[in-house]
């Protein structure tokens, strides 16, 4: 059993007397998605609905909150994870029945990006998360970066409720959609908020659990009233049979719905929610919702969702992490009285404030002058100003307790993932994990000016994102900057000018290629300098073989009989992992490989830890070259959607791209193509596919997997290495 963090001392009640809402009536979520499926039209809603803002900004007028960044006004998409806060109250209306009716609640809400080369941003949101809003399109359903997002959520274990939304477009299907996510998800989706109507004639939602209409009126354009009348006599067999099947499902997995049904006693609006409420916390069910944000049907009831199916950071299970020295498990419950733990999971260059830090809390509470412990660094930061974010409004405060999103200004020595906790109680939490980039440029300053200032910029952004990546090139000296796509680093580049005033030349993108071996290998590596005096001697061989996909490195030292002296162990691995980082072939890192530690011999006196890094370094490249090394290019899963009559066109284009195509469903007049195409052949698609289709057609991608570059295009990629 894992250790738990002491309280301070033990208390029955996990609310500070002095928190505003007490945990129970807490909500901490996100909203995430595909790319222009609705999330930031929805957060802004919710936003509106709740009285926190009192006129509605939209996406394509650049005027929302969430999204405050200039690049993300102009553009019309999410860049970065906005943090934002409200209140809300579940209304009391006749003949319908809600969890937490007439109780104030807080909801703290994350907007994410839904474009896949910001998908980090989504990453670590989830990861200090206790629920989300899944947004899908009505027309479209689930769509590749959705089945991305749902994978994230799945591994952080957050419950979803599923929001299906712009049911007032042409083409919205409500059953496509949820059979889409129960064939590709996997997810045990079932409706409690049917569509009334759809298209142009979306007029609200039916209640399937209270079996009550509810319509908005095309009078009030903001939504902000509707009537509940009983549920229209065309709609009464799909809604009986719709709880028939809600029942059923709730029945097989809750003790207590299943208990009625089998004494035959009636299933009440109460037990029914009660059942869906623990399913959806313990991750089996996922209720969903229909809906059309943009034209403000259906949000009301959606947050009443949210609050009575999502977890409180009571629901949720003890955060885990382990003992910083011992590397024993512990856990931090959920607790007021607890001590200080917390994540730090996105930092921020704020122009008018300076670094900020986002945490989440998981235990305790922290103010102003206290002091945290970092265990990663070993270092107190004492906290001089709190920070509460609405989206680009910040507002000081004073205490945050647990469950609490807040953010620190000012402090020093901090990275995404590190755990900020009580020093006399340290525990190290789990950090989100990230994808490594795929794609990368030469860049460099204009002016000399712009070359001093150019460090500085790009080491700030490396800190705020980890999938961006800064290094100077081995041979050439330029400095080369990493990314998820040619739109991550656009960006990169629009901010260095616009936040830091540096101009610089960007050369072509450059795809982030990798090496493996295909066979195992014995490695041999020898460093002897032996001319009088204090010499160099290390001796280490190493026996290398194929790892599985995506394994990256395994290290095993199987040295036994002292011949490698235990202290030199680690300035062995320390070379091992230093050779990985440029492969034989053209200097790419090489992943995928296991290496056995298996012999070698050292000098009594002139044997160092630097001779063993050295000789591990030799060993492994002499390993790599028995190896049979290939190259590896990155793979992506392309989704086009696309009028028929352009469909051949189409896929003939993805197959000159060295593209093979997965699948091709047909959806009304629209084919959705879907393909994995090498990242390499993907460079101006987009202008490409306009043309193809006239402008008709969309499409979206994400990185897939690694794969073998064929054997006819590795002399060009090499040769092509070599002339940079």
């Given at each position: 059993m894992?250790?738990?963090?002491?309280?301070?001392?033990?208390?029955?009640?996990?609310?500070?007397?002095?928190?505003?809402?007490?945990?129970?009536?807490?909500?901490?979520?996100?909203?995430?998605?595909?790319?222009?499926?609705?999330?930031?039209?929805?957060?802004?809603?919710?936003?509106?609905?709740?009285?926190?803002?009192?006129?509605?900004?939209?996406?394509?007028?650049?005027?929302?909150?969430?999204?405050?960044?200039?690049?993300e006004r102009e553009r019309g998409i999410t860049i970065t994870s906005a943090a934002t806060t409200c209140?809300?109250?579940?209304?009391q209306e006749p003949g319908v029945y809600k969890i937490f009716e007439g109780i104030r609640q807080r909801i703290n809400i994350i907007d994410t990006p839904g474009h896949v080369d910001f998908t980090a941003e989504v990453e670590r949101s989830l990861r200090v998360l206790d629920g989300a809003i899944a947004v899908f399109d009505a027309v479209a359903g689930v769509q590749p970066q959705s089945e991305t997002v749902w994978r994230q959520a799945t591994k952080y274990n957050v419950p979803c409720i599923a929001f299906i939304n712009k049911m007032d477009r042409v083409g919205a299907d409500f059953k496509m959609s949820i059979d889409s996510m129960r064939q590709k998800l996997g997810a045990n989706a079932w409706p409690v908020l049917l569509p009334l109507g759809k298209e142009d004639q979306f007029k609200g939602q039916i209640d399937v659990i209270n079996k009550k209409a509810v319509i908005y009126s095309d009078s009030d354009q903001l939504g902000s009233t509707y009537e509940l009348a009983d549920v229209p006599k065309e709609y009464i067999d799909l809604v009986d049979k719709t709880y028939a099947d809600l029942v059923e499902q709730i029945s097989n997995l809750d003790d207590e719905v299943a208990e009625a049904v089998l004494e035959e006693k009636p299933v009440t609006p109460e037990l029914l929610k009660a059942g869906i409420r623990r399913q959806t916390i313990a991750n089996k069910f996922v209720p969903v919702v229909a809906g059309s944000a943009l034209k403000n049907k259906g949000v009301q009831y959606l947050v009443d969702a949210v609050v009575d199916y999502l977890p409180s950071p009571l629901d949720i299970p003890p955060a885990k992490g382990q003992d910083p020295d011992s590397g024993e498990p512990m856990e931090a419950a959920t607790d007021d009285n607890g001590n200080f733990c917390s994540l730090a999971f996105k930092l921020w260059s704020d122009p008018f404030v300076g670094k900020l830090v986002f945490f989440r809390i998981y235990s305790g509470t922290l103010s102003k002058g206290d002091t945290v412990y970092n265990p990663r660094t070993n270092k107190r930061e004492r906290i001089s100003r709190l920070i509460q974010i609405q989206a680009d409004k910040r507002e000081d405060i004073e205490t945050c307790y647990s469950g609490d999103i807040a953010a620190i200004v000012g402090i020093k020595n901090i990275t995404t993932?590190?755990?900020?906790?009580?020093?006399?109680?340290?525990?190290?939490?789990?950090?989100?994990?990230?994808?490594?980039?795929?794609?990368?440029?030469?860049?460099?300053?204009?002016?000399?000016?712009?070359?001093?200032?150019?460090?500085?910029a790009l080491q700030r952004?490396?800190?705020?994102?980890?999938?961006?990546?800064?290094?100077?090139?081995e041979d050439t000296g330029q400095t080369i900057i990493a990314g998820m796509g040619e739109l991550h680093l656009e960006i990169i580049r629009d901010r260095m000018f616009r936040e830091f005033k540096v101009d610089a030349n960007a050369g072509k993108p450059q795809i982030a290629y990798r090496e493996t071996i295909t066979t195992s290998a014995h490695g041999v590596g020898k460093l002897i300098k032996q001319s009088g005096g204090r010499g160099q001697y290390g001796h280490v061989e190493v026996d290398v073989r194929p790892g599985s996909r995506s394994s990256g490195l395994v290290v095993e030292n199987k040295i036994v009989g002292g011949i490698i002296p235990r202290e030199y162990i680690p300035a062995v691995k320390k070379g091992i992992d230093e050779a990985v980082l440029n492969g034989v072939l053209g200097g790419y890192p090489v992943v995928d490989v296991e290496v056995d530690i298996v012999y070698g011999s050292f000098h009594e006196v002139d044997s160092s830890e630097l001779a063993f890094k050295l000789a591990a370094i030799f060993a492994m490249k002499d390993g790599f070259k028995q190896g049979k090394p290939i190259l590896l290019e990155?793979?992506?899963?392309?989704?086009?959607?696309?009028?028929?009559e352009f469909q051949g066109d189409i896929c003939?284009?993805?197959?000159?791209?060295?593209?093979?195509?997965?699948?091709?469903?047909?959806?009304?007049?629209?084919?959705?193509?879907?393909?994995?195409?090498?990242?390499?052949e993907l460079f101006g698609y987009a202008t490409a596919i306009r043309s193809l289709s006239k402008g008709r057609s969309s499409y979206s991608m994400e990185p897939s997997h690694f794969q073998q570059v064929p054997q006819n295009l590795v002399a060009a990629i090499l040769d092509q290495k070599e002339t940079k």
């Amino acid at each position: 059993m894992p250790a738990t963090l002491e309280q301070k001392p033990a208390a029955k009640n996990p609310n500070s007397p002095n928190r505003k809402f007490p945990l129970e009536r807490t909500r901490n979520i996100g909203i995430a998605a595909h790319i222009d499926a609705g999330k930031t039209t929805l957060t802004e809603r919710v936003l509106f609905y709740t009285g926190m803002i009192h006129k509605i900004g939209e996406v394509h007028e650049g005027t929302t909150v969430t999204d405050w960044m200039e690049q993300e006004r102009e553009r019309g998409i999410t860049i970065t994870s906005a943090a934002t806060t409200c209140a809300w109250t579940q209304r009391q209306e006749p003949g319908v029945y809600k969890i937490f009716e007439g109780i104030r609640q807080r909801i703290n809400i994350i907007d994410t990006p839904g474009h896949v080369d910001f998908t980090a941003e989504v990453e670590r949101s989830l990861r200090v998360l206790d629920g989300a809003i899944a947004v899908f399109d009505a027309v479209a359903g689930v769509q590749p970066q959705s089945e991305t997002v749902w994978r994230q959520a799945t591994k952080y274990n957050v419950p979803c409720i599923a929001f299906i939304n712009k049911m007032d477009r042409v083409g919205a299907d409500f059953k496509m959609s949820i059979d889409s996510m129960r064939q590709k998800l996997g997810a045990n989706a079932w409706p409690v908020l049917l569509p009334l109507g759809k298209e142009d004639q979306f007029k609200g939602q039916i209640d399937v659990i209270n079996k009550k209409a509810v319509i908005y009126s095309d009078s009030d354009q903001l939504g902000s009233t509707y009537e509940l009348a009983d549920v229209p006599k065309e709609y009464i067999d799909l809604v009986d049979k719709t709880y028939a099947d809600l029942v059923e499902q709730i029945s097989n997995l809750d003790d207590e719905v299943a208990e009625a049904v089998l004494e035959e006693k009636p299933v009440t609006p109460e037990l029914l929610k009660a059942g869906i409420r623990r399913q959806t916390i313990a991750n089996k069910f996922v209720p969903v919702v229909a809906g059309s944000a943009l034209k403000n049907k259906g949000v009301q009831y959606l947050v009443d969702a949210v609050v009575d199916y999502l977890p409180s950071p009571l629901d949720i299970p003890p955060a885990k992490g382990q003992d910083p020295d011992s590397g024993e498990p512990m856990e931090a419950a959920t607790d007021d009285n607890g001590n200080f733990c917390s994540l730090a999971f996105k930092l921020w260059s704020d122009p008018f404030v300076g670094k900020l830090v986002f945490f989440r809390i998981y235990s305790g509470t922290l103010s102003k002058g206290d002091t945290v412990y970092n265990p990663r660094t070993n270092k107190r930061e004492r906290i001089s100003r709190l920070i509460q974010i609405q989206a680009d409004k910040r507002e000081d405060i004073e205490t945050c307790y647990s469950g609490d999103i807040a953010a620190i200004v000012g402090i020093k020595n901090i990275t995404t993932g590190d755990t900020l906790c009580d020093e006399d109680h340290p525990i190290l939490l789990e950090p989100p994990t990230f994808p490594d980039p795929v794609i990368s440029m030469a860049i460099e300053p204009k002016t000399k000016l712009d070359q001093e200032k150019m460090g500085v910029a790009l080491q700030r952004l490396a800190e705020e994102d980890p999938t961006f990546r800064v290094y100077t090139h081995e041979d050439t000296g330029q400095t080369i900057i990493a990314g998820m796509g040619e739109l991550h680093l656009e960006i990169i580049r629009d901010r260095m000018f616009r936040e830091f005033k540096v101009d610089a030349n960007a050369g072509k993108p450059q795809i982030a290629y990798r090496e493996t071996i295909t066979t195992s290998a014995h490695g041999v590596g020898k460093l002897i300098k032996q001319s009088g005096g204090r010499g160099q001697y290390g001796h280490v061989e190493v026996d290398v073989r194929p790892g599985s996909r995506s394994s990256g490195l395994v290290v095993e030292n199987k040295i036994v009989g002292g011949i490698i002296p235990r202290e030199y162990i680690p300035a062995v691995k320390k070379g091992i992992d230093e050779a990985v980082l440029n492969g034989v072939l053209g200097g790419y890192p090489v992943v995928d490989v296991e290496v056995d530690i298996v012999y070698g011999s050292f000098h009594e006196v002139d044997s160092s830890e630097l001779a063993f890094k050295l000789a591990a370094i030799f060993a492994m490249k002499d390993g790599f070259k028995q190896g049979k090394p290939i190259l590896l290019e990155p793979i992506m899963k392309v989704e086009n959607i696309t009028p028929e009559e352009f469909q051949g066109d189409i896929c003939g284009d993805l197959s000159r791209r060295r593209g093979s195509i997965s699948s091709i469903e047909t959806r009304g007049h629209l084919a959705i193509i879907h393909a994995e195409v090498p990242l390499a052949e993907l460079f101006g698609y987009a202008t490409a596919i306009r043309s193809l289709s006239k402008g008709r057609s969309s499409y979206s991608m994400e990185p897939s997997h690694f794969q073998q570059v064929p054997q006819n295009l590795v002399a060009a990629i090499l040769d092509q290495k070599e002339t940079k």
